[in-house]
């Protein structure tokens, strides 16, 4: 049997074969399918996480300045640590200082003083002399320069003036017969001055054409012709700052008009040693190396050396005023390398440097000079982007993989273990080796990465807890739904046993009040919320928790789902705020009833507070529930609300209640009370004020009166207890009025049909 052979179809194909077009239908399909898949397998934390350990690789390669500063004052902080130790060394500055400006006058000095200082450096012993400065122009000083520059004079003054030896070829003679190197700056554009082809410094080149790696100087200022052909070499002493303006590492050669230039340190070298060139390294990443007088110095690719800075020290140095003079010791010329520059504020020459933000410039070739001879330099290895980036990559993977499994805390712990590892690594190569390696761009970028997931997973919970709140705000109280919302699997049918207090409001004669509204529902709504929302607000500003509107009626409670241990003060405190709100209310109400010229009827609330035991939770079933409080403190807290009706007060508190806050608030014991539902009696008191009324001359006497009210009426002394409610009817306390009022037509009945003989004094409610 033959079978037909088929070519291959290619995805597409069998996508139209099948009646699918694969760009517009199946391939975003699958490739949401495929983004969902590793969404899953990574977590979109982790999926972020790696994308942007992605993105900072990438930056680091890119290196902007930024990144660059980061590194480079990392590096800063290390040497101000450990700065190099100054030792004895054959390098002396002959300093172009304040001192000698003082004395010898203006710079620039005639160059007949300038060979002055070179004869006495030779007669000293001087192994060679490089200058820090450039001699661009002929002396200004000189008798021939001199008299052209002075108007007026006779023409036999200024010929014999001419006639004598130029201060310039006296400078020159001086150098021929010495080790001299002048120095010379690399310039983007300068004047265009005639001069003498200029030699090239013999070099070199050991590897591949190293010229695309080194700075370029288009233009280079010289020096005069006549000291240039006297001078043993030529270097530069240009030095480049990094974007910081700060020095940090000097180029040992580089490109001028158009040739290679050794730096002046370099050249120094190769004159002092006698030798005839200076070698150039490099490899296909740039220059390795410069080698001079047998010395290899490591460079960067750019050919350039990190300066390995000490303190400034005063040893290094020699005022120019005194080897002008000859006023110096010997010793500290003999066998030196000599670098002559200026450090006079005025010359412009500082240089902001790790350890001292106006190092002399002169100072830092010295300083190059030390790192040289005493092999002391720092060194970048070419491979340390690659270890930074392997660090990055490695500490950050490991902070990726581990929050999700461990969480916050534990990594970070772990994580700082190792960071502190790389930073010592990277400090101890510093110190020990005098190698840099980047501590700071590893550390950020696996900061970064552990910030990233902790804030993507504090987004996650945050957008979890709104729509917790926006869920259940609307009929849960506030506290409750903060605590839900950060404890989600709290929503759980069942409770807890806790000792709370309850507060219950009503208003008084609301029936009336709501009668006048007929004509107009929207009005009586307006006037509801008007005023239950201040008093809702009282509650919660004392921590309390509404549980429900029942009307015009509130039902509260403290200590929960928050602990409380004040809740009998916080639940008082509410209390007469409320009362406080509610006359505010009336009065901007009668203001307007006036203004309209409508009836007022003002509002008037009572409250009942109560303590004790009761089951808190949330009650209900699977598919609705509320957090709510059951018990029989919360009955009684219920019935003593209803009884300010009969008693003419505002506030009633229950015995547990009062016991807790009887010295902090006005409160006066007025009865004892079995409601109706209840056998056992509850001894009540009314809440008259805070601690200002508690303490007045007023309030004292008004408790005084009642508690001897209470004893006469309880001991059925009916006369002696309704001379004291007729003293107490006319106190300025309305609510004691009240009560005083209700004990008088109370003990009238008793008068007309006494209780029985058992009776103990226990007032029993016949309604709610």
């Not at 190293?210 to 000291?227: A, C, E, G, S, W």
């Not at 020459?349 to 002169?362: E, F, H, I, Q, R």
């Not at 306390?733 to 009240?738: Q, R």
Request: hydrophobic share 45%.
């Amino acid at each position: 049997m033959a079978f037909s052979q088929r070519k291959p179809l290619s995805p597409d194909q069998r996508f139209r074969e099948r009646g699918l077009d694969a760009d517009e239908n199946l391939r975003p399909r699958l490739m949401k399918r495929l983004a969902g898949q590793i969404g899953s397998v990574f977590g979109i934390a982790r999926l972020s996480a790696l994308l942007l350990l992605f993105f900072l690789l990438a930056v680091r390669v890119w290196d902007p300045f930024l990144v660059e500063l980061v590194r480079l004052k990392t590096f800063d902080l290390y040497q101000v640590v450990k700065p190099r130790t100054y030792q004895k060394l054959p390098v002396v500055i002959v300093d172009i200082d304040e001192k000698s400006l003082a004395e010898l006058g203006q710079w620039p000095w005639p160059r007949s003083t300038i060979a002055t200082m070179l004869q006495n450096i030779a007669q000293a012993g001087g192994v060679a002399v490089a200058f820090d400065i450039v001699f661009a122009e002929p002396d200004r000083l000189s008798p021939d320069q001199y008299a052209r520059s002075l108007p007026g004079l006779s023409a036999d003054v200024a010929d014999e003036l001419a006639g004598l030896p130029s201060t310039d070829e006296t400078l020159g003679k001086t150098m021929q017969q010495m080790r001299v190197v002048v120095g010379q700056a690399g310039r983007m554009e300068i004047a265009e001055v005639e001069r003498q082809e200029q030699s090239q410094t013999p070099v070199a080149l050991m590897g591949p054409d190293p010229t695309n790696f080194m700075f370029d100087y288009p233009k280079l200022l010289r020096n005069i012709d006549v000291l240039e052909q006297a001078a043993t070499g030529k270097g530069l002493f240009s030095v480049n700052p990094d974007p910081d303006n700060i020095v940090r590492r000097a180029a040992l050669v580089a490109i001028a008009d158009s040739k290679i230039q050794p730096a002046l340190s370099i050249e120094l070298l190769r004159v002092a040693t006698g030798q005839n060139a200076f070698a150039v390294k490099s490899d296909e990443a740039g220059i390795r190396s410069v080698v001079v007088g047998g010395v290899e110095v490591p460079t960067d690719r750019n050919g350039r050396i990190w300066i390995h800075y000490s303190p400034s020290i005063k040893d290094r140095f020699v005022p120019a005023f005194d080897i002008a003079t000859g006023a110096f010791d010997p010793a500290r010329i003999q066998n030196h390398l000599v670098v002559i520059g200026p450090s006079a504020t005025g010359l412009l020459d500082l240089k902001a440097t790790p350890l001292d933000p106006a190092m002399p410039g002169v100072e830092v070739h010295a300083q190059i000079l030390e790192n040289i001879l005493s092999q002391s330099f720092l060194t970048r290895p070419n491979y340390a982007l690659g270890a930074e980036l392997v660090a990055a990559a490695v500490l950050s993977l490991l902070t990726i993989y581990l929050v999700p499994i461990l969480g916050a805390l534990p990594v970070f712990a772990f994580g700082f273990v190792l960071a502190a590892s790389w930073a010592a690594g990277s400090w101890y190569l510093f110190a020990s080796k005098k190698m840099l390696l980047d501590a700071g761009y590893p550390l950020l970028t696996s900061l970064s990465c552990f910030l990233l997931l902790v804030f993507i997973n504090y987004r996650r919970e945050e957008v979890q807890r709104q729509e917790i709140r926006s869920a259940f705000g609307q009929y849960l109280a506030p506290d409750y739904v903060e605590q839900i919302a950060s404890d989600p699997e709290s929503l759980t049918l069942g409770g807890e046993r806790r000792r709370m207090t309850i507060l219950f409001s009503d208003v008084r004669n609301f029936t009336r009040i709501s009668e006048s509204f007929a004509d107009n529902p929207q009005g009586l709504t307006s006037l509801m919320n008007r005023f239950l929302t201040p008093l809702s607000n009282a509650i919660m500003d004392q921590r309390g928790t509404i549980d429900k509107y029942m009307g015009d009626a509130i039902m509260a409670f403290w200590n929960a789902p928050l602990n409380d241990e004040d809740h009998e003060i916080h639940a008082c405190k509410a209390a007469l705020a409320m009362l406080q709100r509610m006359h505010a209310i009336n009065a901007e109400r009668e203001q307007e009833a006036e203004a309209e010229g409508r009836p007022f009827f003002p509002l008037n609330v009572g409250i009942g507070i109560n303590t004790g035991d009761c089951v808190v939770g949330n009650m209900g079933s699977e598919f609705r529930f509320d957090y709510s409080v059951l018990g029989d403190a919360v009955n009684l807290a219920s019935r003593l609300e209803g009884q300010t009706k009969t008693y003419g007060t505002t506030i009633i508190l229950g015995e547990a209640t009062a016991q807790k806050v009887i010295d902090q608030f006005a409160i006066i014991e007025i009865d004892r009370l079995r409601v109706k539902g209840k056998q056992e009696p509850e001894r009540i008191y009314c809440l008259c004020g805070d601690e200002e009324v508690a303490r007045s001359e007023e309030f004292q006497s008004c408790k005084s009166h009642f508690e001897t009210l209470l004893e006469e009426y309880r001991s059925q002394n009916w006369t002696a207890a309704l001379a004291v409610c007729k003293d107490l009817k006319g106190a300025l306390n309305p609510e004691l009025a009240s009560l005083a009022e209700m004990f008088r037509v109370r003990i009238e009945q008793f008068q007309s049909s006494p209780p029985p003989e058992d009776w103990d004094g226990i007032y029993s409610a016949e309604t709610k």
